[in-house]
């Protein structure tokens, strides 16, 4: 078992930067593949990113490909997202996710943290 807290969200201008963290404990961190999903008011749930265990396979939602990058640091159990060019439609409170299997589905993941803010708005 895995226990991930995320840290990193706030209030940022349109075009501007955030680094979203999720650091890991239990288990080795290597055994899991790491996710970013997130979830807008009245929307559901959905994939933003993912890292296979070494680091060596990443995937991005269309939406914010170019713009997002996802990486792991093994040395401190934590994974990160930096968010570049932000846009107001990136509002949303962004997700850190724990599995073994590589996925872009959300059902995937068993292992959760509570949720970090991110609000993107002049």
């Known amino acids: 078992q895995v226990h991930v807290v995320e840290s990193g969200g706030g209030l940022v201008r349109p075009g501007g930067s955030l680094r979203l963290s999720c650091a890991a404990s239990?288990?080795?961190?290597?055994?899991?593949?790491m996710a970013w999903f997130r979830q807008a008011p009245g929307k559901e749930r959905e994939f933003v990113a993912s890292?296979?265990?070494?680091?060596?396979?990443?995937t991005y939602a269309d939406s914010v490909k170019g713009r997002f990058a996802i990486s792991r640091d093994s040395a401190k159990n934590t994974a990160y997202l930096q968010m570049n060019s932000l846009k107001p439609e990136d509002t949303a409170v962004y997700y850190c996710?724990?599995?073994?299997?590589?996925?872009?589905?959300?059902?995937?993941?068993?292992?959760w943290g509570q949720g970090t803010q991110v609000t993107v708005s002049s």
């Open positions: 890292i296979s265990r070494e680091g060596w396979v990443t």
């Open positions: 239990g288990r080795t961190f290597s055994l899991y593949v």
């Open positions: 996710a724990a599995d073994g299997s590589y996925s872009s589905r959300w059902e995937s993941y068993a292992y």
